[in-house]
């Protein structure tokens, strides 16, 4: 169900089987194999051009894998319809945001594209939640970088999805800008949504993750489940240490 009670896509798990995406002659995955179910945070993990944000587009279905299959559920990525994106919340390096309206109105706008009856009280009630609701009519040009990203995120979440990914989203933030992000990200696991993000900041990572997925030159090179000593594991899988 989205959070207006429409029906779509059901699915408690994602399956990401042997993917790859090439442009060209440029590998941009190469073979990634992972799976990720309700209540769980998943990490991305790897330097810059090792294959997140190409595949957080082939998770959102913006992009199709040149190989492989990527699963919600029973369904494959490659019948993906309205029905499914409808349970996938995106917040990417563009923030998708309209400056000129107040933050109360471009929530409420996206909340109608997803075809909430209530968009208004929606947009009110996620404000509430990122702690802006005595900017709501504030126009969103006003705001700080941390503000405008605790909207987007609103943003990404208004319609109730249940896969939510997330492409570095805690650059920019300030101290509590990011404690509000990371609060969220696990009532979200809690809520039982299936949370996968990307992110280079793996202090902040430290004791949020269920899984981490390490990635460099568009390959997985390592796996864990409830990763511990995140950092010096991180180095470890980058230098070869382990395999």
């Known amino acids: 169900m989205t959070a207006d009670g429409a029906t779509g896509v059901l ?6 089987e ?5 442009f060209g002659r440029r590998r ?4 990634v194999t992972f799976d990720a179910s309700r209540g769980h945070i998943v990490g991305l993990l790897g330097p810059n051009g090792a294959g997140k944000s ?4 082939m998770l959102a279905t913006l992009l199709r894998p040149t190989s492989g299959i990527i699963r919600y559920g029973t369904l494959n990525a490659s019948d993906a319809d309205a029905s499914l994106r409808a349970h996938i919340g995106v917040l990417g390096h563009d923030l998708f945001l309209y400056p000129e309206l107040t933050a109360r109105e471009n929530l409420a706008f996206f909340g109608a594209l997803y075809g909430l009856r209530n968009a208004d009280d929606a947009a009110r009630a996620a404000l509430d939640r990122a702690g802006l609701a005595d900017r709501a009519d504030d ?3 006003s705001f700080s970088r941390g503000m405008r990203q605790r909207v987007a995120l609103e943003r990404a979440l208004i319609h109730g999805p249940r896969l939510v990914l997330l492409d570095e989203p805690f650059t920019g933030l300030d101290d509590a800008s990011t404690g509000a992000l990371v609060a969220r990200l696990r009532g979200l696991r809690d809520e039982g949504a299936i949370v996968v993000l990307a992110t280079h900041d793996l202090d902040l990572a430290e004791g ?3 899984r981490a997925v390490f990635l460099r030159d568009g390959r997985m090179v390592h796996s864990v489940l409830r990763p511990e000593a995140l950092r010096s594991t991180y180095r470890a899988v980058m230098t070869g240490a382990i395999r």
């Open 139 to 141: 126009v969103v040009s």
């Open 208 to 210: 949020l993750l269920d």
């Open 28 to 31: 941009a995955v190469s073979r």
């Open 18 to 22: 042997d993917v790859s995406r090439h």
């Open 54 to 57: 190409t595949l957080l587009s």
């Open 11 to 16: 699915f408690d798990r994602i399956s990401v």
